[in-house]
Every structure is written in C-alpha cells, then in structure tokens.
C-alpha cells in the first residue's frame, strides 16, 4: 500500500465514521430550521389576521360614531339638510389647461376692446 492509497483509506474511514453523524446532525439542524420557518410564517399570518379584524372593527366603530354624532353635530335630527363641501380645485399655473385658460381669457378681453373701439 502506497502513501497515497494509505491517506484515502484514512479520508474514507473519518467520513464514514463522523460523516454520517454529521450529515444526520446537518439533516436534523435543516428539519428544526424548515419548522421555525414555518411557524414563523403562520404567526404572521396570524398577526396579519388580527390587524384585519382591528382595522375592520375600527371602521365600524367610526362608521358608528359617524351616523349618531355628525347628524347631531350638524343639527340633521329635526331633519335640516346637511351641510355638503365642495373641493375648490384650482389648476396648476404651468398646467396645459390653466395656459389655455389664461389665452381664452385675453382674447376674449381683447375681443370686448375691439368692439368698444369699433364703437366708438
């Protein structure tokens, strides 16, 4: 038997002796792994499932307060109509539509002056 042959028979007995032991632990580490993972991602689940119900209950309580305080805020209990909001939406100054906006209005002030002139 050679040196070479020799160090093969040993390589090939420590991997049988310990590999085994180690693949097995390795397995076992790799099982206990996949389960916390596992139960990691039902408990957020879980958690995501809660937040629902919250945010749900939430909006119903609001929803609640809504229908008894605004009608009585508001005076709407002897039938009074309630107040609505309109949003004043006013175009942006370089926006295409207020460009627009800004020429129609100097031609048709300049329309008005031509006809005063013609007029006079």
Not at 15 to 31: K, N, T
Not at 79 to 90: A, H, R, Y
Request: aromatic letters at 8%.
């Amino acid at each position: 038997m050679g040196r070479e042959n020799l160090g093969k028979v040993i390589r090939e007995f420590f991997r049988d002796v310990f590999g085994s032991r180690l693949a097995a632990r390795l397995d076992e580490e790799l099982m206990r792994t996949r389960e916390d993972c596992d139960q990691r991602i039902v408990e957020y689940q879980h958690q995501q499932a809660q937040y629902r119900m919250e945010i749900e209950q939430l909006k119903a309580k609001i929803e609640k307060y809504e229908m008894v305080l605004l009608p009585m805020v508001y005076g709407n209990l002897g039938g009074k109509k309630q107040p609505t909001f309109e949003p004043v939406i006013e175009p942006d100054p370089d926006s295409w539509a207020a460009i627009r906006a800004r020429h129609e209005k100097q031609q048709r002030e300049e329309a008005e002056l031509e006809k005063l002139a013609s007029k006079s």
